[in-house]
Structure formats: structure tokens, C-alpha cells
């Protein structure tokens, strides 16, 4: 238990020294911060609109910030570091800071909310939603929600490209909360597929030159198997030549069979019978020679 109490209680110390810092560098643009523990220290990085203002004058501002952090919040070695925002208009914390500011002045919540999100639509952004809640014009509390372009509110593409940013605005009426959430330019969703033009496929083959010499390659070896193919195929033309000298062999054990005609050397014999015949005649004959004695 005595490690998770040390988590919970440095992320705490990290949630207050980031309202710290949003409440001291509201005049220059806060646009988040950054707490990283380091072997050297802790190194806490702004992001700002001017980052001349943190400084400022001999860096007199950025002094002050490090003794505060070392000692009300208890970070040790503190370096603090000041990074200047590429485009305020993309920054969702920046926008929700500005149209909270709008609000406190007494701008209208539908002009203040149609406002920004024209403004950040006009630099580049692909999508993005203001969510402002609160008592808006009357006693009861209501939310209104302005949004143009793509938005994501689930998955892996809304951690990766949509940007949230939230403050309060204080108005007589009570605290009005607003939410500011922007979806990058250089967003790039799972179901968008660029089709190349004719003059793009023309160039593939130049990148991919290498990749055709190893074909090349390749044929190299494929024609030695060739030469050593036909030798393969001369040994399986003799193996069934020898098969061929093979097969004769039954046909010569057959020929004893072919000499069976032995029996038909015995069916020859009966011919000699028939002489045997003639003998009878003459018996016949003496029959006869009875026949005309009795005559």
C-alpha cells in the first residue's frame, strides 16, 4: 500500500502545480504542461503562446516559477522549460482558454462557440467540437455543442489524433465549463486510401531498380539446374532401357508354355488308326463272297 499512496500522491502534486501554472501563465497563452521525472531532476516543460512573457525581463518570471515548484510543491531540482506553440489556432487548450475569456467579457455563448470553431476550421484543421454546459440563459442548466468537419470519440485513432483542452468560464449566472476538442491536420484514419496517378506509378520502377537485378540474379543459378536437368533426363531414359531388356524375360518363360503342343503330337497318332480300317473291309468283302455263295 505505502507504494500506490506514493503514486497517488505525486500524480495529486502534479494536478495542482498544473493549475498553478495555468492560473500564472494565463496572460501568455497556456497551452498544457509536461512533468517528467529525470535522473537529474524533475524537468517541467510549458507550452505557451509567448513564451517571452514566462520569461520575462532577465528572466526575472521563469525564476520565480522554479523556487515555487521546488518548494510549495516539493519537486526536486526543478528545470523548467519554455516551448513556443507551432500554431495557437491548433492548440485545443489554448482555443477553450480564449472562448472562456470570450464568455467572462460578455460575448454570447452561440457567437463565441460559432466563432471558434470557424477560426480553427480555417487553419487546417480536419475536425473539431466546442461543449459548452452550464446556465447558459437560464436558470437551468443546458449543454450546446458546435462542431464541423471529422470528429472521433472512440479508439486508437481519438488517443492518437484528436486534441481535448477544457476550462471554466466565471459568469454571474454561475461556472459555465468549456470544452474544446480538435482532430489534427495530419490525421490519418483507417479508412482513407490514397490512389496514385499515372506519372506516380511511373517513378516506382526507378526506386525499385535494385529489386530488378536480382531476377537477374536468380536466372543465373536457374540455368546451371538446366544443364544438369538433360543429365537427369539421359539416366531416366537408360534406367527404362535396362526395364525394356527387363521385360523380355517373362516372354522367354512363357515359351516353355508355347510347348504344350506336345498333346497335339499325341492327337497326331489317331491318323495311324485308320489303316487299322482297311482290315475290316476285307471282312466285309467275305461277307459278301458268303452272300453270293448262298446265291
Request: with cysteine; net charge positive; glycine share 8%.
Amino acid at each position: 500500500m505505502a507504494g500506490e499512496r506514493k503514486f497517488v500522491d505525486t500524480n495529486v502534486k502534479r494536478a495542482l502545480l498544473r493549475e498553478y501554472l495555468k492560473e500564472q501563465i494565463k496572460r501568455a497563452g497556456y497551452g498544457g504542461a509536461d512533468i517528467q521525472r529525470t535522473p537529474m531532476g524533475t524537468r517541467v516543460t510549458l507550452i505557451t503562446e509567448r513564451p517571452g512573457l514566462v520569461i520575462g525581463r532577465k528572466g526575472g518570471s521563469i525564476k520565480a516559477l522554479t523556487d515555487a515548484i521546488e518548494f510549495d510543491f516539493g519537486f526536486d531540482k526543478p528545470q523548467v522549460e519554455v516551448v513556443e506553440v507551432e500554431n495557437a489556432n491548433l492548440s485545443a487548450q489554448i482555443m477553450a482558454e480564449k472562448l472562456a475569456s470570450a464568455l467572462e467579457r460578455g460575448w454570447h455563448f452561440r457567437r463565441a462557440g460559432h466563432s471558434t470553431v470557424r477560426r480553427i476550421m480555417e487553419n487546417g484543421a480536419k475536425g473539431c467540437q466546442v461543449i459548452i454546459s452550464g446556465k447558459l440563459t437560464g436558470q437551468r442548466h443546458r449543454t450546446e455543442k458546435f462542431k464541423e468537419g471529422h470528429i472521433k470519440f472512440c479508439g486508437e485513432p481519438k488517443l492518437q489524433w484528436m486534441e481535448e483542452g477544457y476550462t471554466p468560464a466565471k459568469l454571474k449566472a454561475g461556472v459555465i465549463g468549456v470544452k474544446v476538442q480538435i482532430m489534427h491536420p495530419k490525421a490519418r484514419l483507417p479508412d482513407e486510401v490514397n490512389i496514385k496517378d499515372e506519372k506516380e506509378v511511373a517513378k516506382i520502377p526507378d526506386a525499385d531498380k535494385p529489386e530488378e537485378k536480382k531476377p537477374a540474379k536468380v536466372e543465373k543459378p536457374s540455368e546451371e539446374p538446366k544443364t544438369e536437368e538433360p543429365s537427369e533426363k539421359v539416366e531416366e531414359k537408360k534406367a527404362p532401357a535396362k526395364k525394356k531388356v527387363e521385360k523380355p524375360e517373362p516372354p522367354a518363360v512363357k515359351e516353355p508354355k508355347a510347348a504344350e503342343p506336345a498333346p497335339e503330337k499325341k492327337a497326331e497318332k489317331p491318323p495311324e488308326k485308320p489303316p487299322e480300317e482297311p482290315k475290316e473291309a476285307p471282312a466285309e468283302k467275305k461277307e459278301e463272297g458268303t452272300v453270293d455263295g448262298t446265291t
